[in-house]
């Protein structure tokens, strides 16, 4: 899916994703200067938030994503391969965000709390998270039974989103074709996501050691948690 990826997300709102970082860290943080991108997939926030004075890490679990990452972007960008839940030698960032619902990719709560604990870790005292998730509602009321395509002349897929076998599951199977000379290339990929319910996640942060500054929806800043994609702010002590 890397090498297809940027192609299919052409239309990502990624400016949204970028001025509200921007907007979120001169509202608790002025002055920060570091940020480390957990999930950070080919890179596209990562290289928008270094465009803004950033110094930026990004972080992912794909090794295509990253070489896709590198390929494209300025050789000041940091960039390593790591497991979001097993973080290693990283600390002292102002900001730790992760965008675009990379947290519902961690389908048991222990892995949830793991992540939370290391980007607590990786921040210096007063530092902020950010990070979205879809919503519960959203993955009822618009993924689980429904099918998704998209037909352009190089590349095309079709997207099932079913029920896993948990609540709040859902599994996304994928089939692509991708136009190689005269021919397509057709190759399937499956995608398990795991929606959980906003007070557990706050009661997580908590334990974790993260003041909730606030929580907002849909790339809003003001604070309501009714939307699509819930948008987190939290702040080391």
């Known amino acids: 899916m890397a090498h297809v990826y940027d192609r299919l997300m052409e239309d990502a709102p990624y400016a949204h ?20 991108d957990l999930g950070c997939g080919t890179g596209e926030i990562t290289r928008r ?20 990452a ?19 030698g990283l600390t002292g960032y102002d900001c730790v965000v992760s965008y675009c619902d990379v947290l519902n990719y961690l389908v048991d709560p222990e892995q949830v709390t793991q992540a939370f604990a290391n980007a607590f870790e990786a921040l210096r005292p007063q530092g902020l998270f950010l990070f979205d998730v879809h919503s519960v509602e959203h993955v009822e009321q618009h993924l689980l039974g429904q099918t998704f395509a998209e037909v352009y002349d ?36 499956q995608h398990v996501q795991r929606v959980y319910d906003l007070q557990d996640l706050k009661q997580w942060l908590k334990q974790t050691g993260f ?7 849909d790339f809003q800043t003001a604070p309501h948690s009714d939307g699509d994609r819930l948008f987190f702010v939290c702040q080391k002590p």
């Not at 599994?171 to 000379?181: A, E």
């Open 211 to 217: 003041n909730i500054k606030q929580v907002s929806a």
């Open 17 to 36: 994703w970028q001025s509200y970082t921007r907007e979120m860290i001169n509202a608790y943080l002025p002055g920060a200067s570091s940020i480390l």
């Open 49 to 68: 938030l270094h465009e803004d004075g950033f110094r930026v890490t990004g972080v992912d679990l794909s090794s295509d994503m990253l070489t896709i």
């Open 154 to 189: 190089d590349v095309s897929f079709i997207w099932f989103c079913d029920e896993g076998d948990q609540p709040n599951k859902v599994v996304h199977d994928l089939t692509f074709f991708v136009q190689q000379g005269a021919t397509y290339e057709r190759f399937d990929e």
């Open 70 to 88: 590198q390929q494209k972007s300025p050789a000041s960008i940091q960039w390593l391969h790591q497991d979001i839940t097993n973080l290693e």
